[in-house]
């Protein structure tokens, strides 16, 4: 695996070993939807910060070591929670509006790899569940 790089302002937890990566601005409510989906099961990879290496065939997204295990939780203050690391599957871009019904997914390439971005819409009460049927059906297998 070579050496990769480090996104700020993102958070990514693992679902079922594979990896959901969460972009939005500043505000969108990344850490709340890592939050929720960790509090249904997910492991956290990083809050504010993730590693991405090339592992040859794949991403993998990993804890950046500076802030490795650390979420800060609004209105509580920041926790220490197990990490871990895993394939990167899909990535939920939070949007004020997401579309209703997604035909096409958008791709990024990524270390030669193909990954599906999907604009996610953003703070709503159901927003993990959607998040665990949106990998489902438009993660990438491993």
Known sequence: MSDGKTLIGVSAVAIDGRAVLIEGPPGSGKSSLALALVDRGAVLIGDDGVCLANGSDQVIARPPPNI????EIRGV???????????????????AEGSRLPEILEQREIFDCIVPVLPFRRGDAIQATRAEWALRKHGLSF
Request: without cysteine; charged residues 15%; proline residues 4%.
């Open 68 to 71: 490795e295990g650390k979420m």
């Open 77 to 95: 203050g920041i926790v220490n929670l197990e990490t871990t690391s895993a394939p990167l599957a899909l990535i939920l871009l939070l949007e």
